[in-house]
């Protein structure tokens, strides 16, 4: 597990295939709206947002596949700096 949020948990994968880093974020599927997020998501292109891979569903959870991007998180970088106002 590399990081936990309000609707997730995210895990740090191996792809065996192609030997690289993927982000599995499992969400349970009482989580209304997850499926809308994930095709918004797969649209979007930016060096800061993860590519989307795959969305696969089980009984309980969602988990959708995501290029790993390393690197300190976004709450942690806001601790750190504090927040800016522009």
């Known amino acids: 597990m590399i990081g936990r949020g309000r609707s997730g948990t995210v895990f740090l ?3 065996l295939g192609l ?3 993927r ?3 499992r969400v349970r599927r009482t ?3 997850f499926i809308q997020e994930a095709a ?3 649209r979007l292109r930016h060096p800061g ?3 989307i891979y795959d969305l696969e569903i089980d009984e309980n959870y969602y988990y959708l596949i995501e290029e790993y ?3 300190e998180p976004l709450h942690a970088r806001i601790e750190t700096t504090g927040r ?3």
């Open 13 to 15: 994968a191996r792809h």
């Open 19 to 21: 030997d690289e880093e």
């Open 23 to 25: 982000a599995i974020k």
């Open 31 to 33: 989580e209304s709206g």
């Open 40 to 42: 918004l998501l797969k």
């Open 49 to 51: 947002i993860p590519i």
């Open 69 to 71: 991007l390393c690197g």
């Open 84 to 86: 800016t106002h522009t």
